[in-house]
Structure formats: structure tokens, C-alpha cells
């Protein structure tokens, strides 16, 4: 089992900048396939990029390529997304998610453990 925790969302403004952390503690972080999420108000929570075991591959979805970077270090257990070039329409709940199961994994019901979101604010 993996417990993640996710951190440093907030408000910024359109065209701005912000990184989110996901710190994961338990089993080999190193067994998981790392993914981020979000979930707008009366939206079904979408697939934002995923990162394979060792993170050398990448996969996003397409509205955010280009602007976001996921990065994960399995020194310190820990999975990060970049986000630039915000735009009001990023505002959401992210999610921080974890599965041992395949790569990419971009359905929410491939993911065995979440964490409990961080609110992400854009300001136009």
C-alpha cells in the first residue's frame, strides 16, 4: 500500500506558473506508475499526464502538452507536475494517483491509490 499526499496547489494567475508535489510513503515508490488528475466542479475527474516506473517516459493529455511537465525522483519518492502557461480553465482539484499495473495509464480505474487533492485556482 502507498499513501500520497499532494502539495503546493493555490491561486496564481493566467499565463503563470505553478509546480504541484505529490509525496508518496509506504511500498517501493519505484513499483509505481505515477499519474495526476483534476476535477473541476460538476466535471467527471479527467487524466492530466502519467509517468512510467523509472520515469524515463512521459505521457499527457493533449490539452495540457506543451505547458505541463511531469517529473517524478525515486530518491526522494516523489512526483511533481509543472504547469505553465496556466489558463482559467486549469482551475481544479488535482490529484496525485499511483498503480503498479501498466504504462500509460490514463484511466482513473487503472489507479489503486490517490491522495487527497490540492485546489489549483487560475485567476483571468
Known amino acids: 500500500q502507498v499513501q500520497l499526499v499532494e502539495s503546493g496547489g493555490g491561486l496564481v494567475q493566467a499565463c503563470g506558473s505553478m509546480r504541484l508535489s505529490c509525496a508518496a510513503s509506504g511500498r517501493i515508490f519505484i513499483s509505481y506508475v505515477m499519474g495526476w488528475f483534476r476535477q473541476a466542479p460538476g466535471k467527471e475527474r479527467e487524466f492530466v499526464a502519467t509517468i512510467s516506473w523509472s520515469g524515463a517516459n512521459t505521457y499527457y493529455a493533449e490539452f495540457v502538452k506543451g505547458r505541463f511537465a511531469i517529473s517524478r525522483d525515486n530518491a526522494k519518492n516523489m512526483v511533481y507536475v509543472q504547469m505553465n502557461s496556466l489558463k482559467a480553465e486549469d482551475t481544479a482539484v488535482y490529484y496525485c494517483?499511483?498503480?503498479?499495473?501498466?504504462?500509460?495509464?490514463?484511466?482513473?480505474?487503472?489507479?489503486?491509490?490517490w491522495g487527497q487533492g490540492t485546489q489549483v485556482t487560475v485567476s483571468s
Open positions: 494517483a499511483a498503480t503498479t499495473k501498466v504504462f500509460p495509464a490514463v484511466s482513473p480505474r487503472i489507479y489503486d491509490y
